[in-house]
């Protein structure tokens, strides 16, 4: 083998190397973010659970899937205009928007958005939309 072709074996050796590891990292941060995201459902469990007892008055409340689809972070500020902002949060702290997906039994999908801004940084529902079954398929 002349110099030439082990400089391209060895470039094509490094390359796929690269490519497989590259496809495990992948593998292996989708992964994670699933646990992530399972991890921080079971958390929110009692308050969607609460919000779906609010919208639909019900004693139990039931749904088939759940997903986070948008994370927003906010910070809250001292000032704004020369006056202070209206929120519970304390000065300077960060809190989240999360908005989750639920399917309910009957196909309906509702969007619970939930928030932690208060001095307890407890989630709360602050609006919600429901999606009638026509409209999801």
Do not use: W
């Not at 292996?28 to 659970?49: F, G, K, N, W």
């Not at 759940?66 to 972070?73: A, L, P, V």
């Not at 407890?122 to 999606?131: A, K, P, S």
């Amino acid at each position: 083998m002349d110099t030439v072709s082990r400089k391209v074996a060895i470039n094509f050796l490094i390359l796929c190397c690269i490519l497989i590891s590259s496809t495990e990292v992948k593998v292996y941060s989708e992964l994670r973010e699933d646990q992530i995201e399972e991890a921080l459902l079971q958390q929110l469990h009692p308050v969607i659970i609460a919000s779906l007892r609010q919208i639909y008055n019900e004693e139990y409340s039931q749904y088939g899937c759940e997903r986070i689809i948008s994370i927003n972070e906010q910070i809250t500020m001292k000032y704004k205009d020369n006056k202070a902002r209206p929120v519970d949060a304390i000065h300077g702290a960060k809190y989240y928007e999360i908005t989750i997906v639920i399917c309910r039994p009957n196909a309906e999908e509702v969007e619970l958005i939930l928030k932690n801004d208060t001095v307890t940084a407890q989630y709360y529902l602050l609006r919600y939309r429901i999606v009638p079954p026509s409209v999801t398929k």
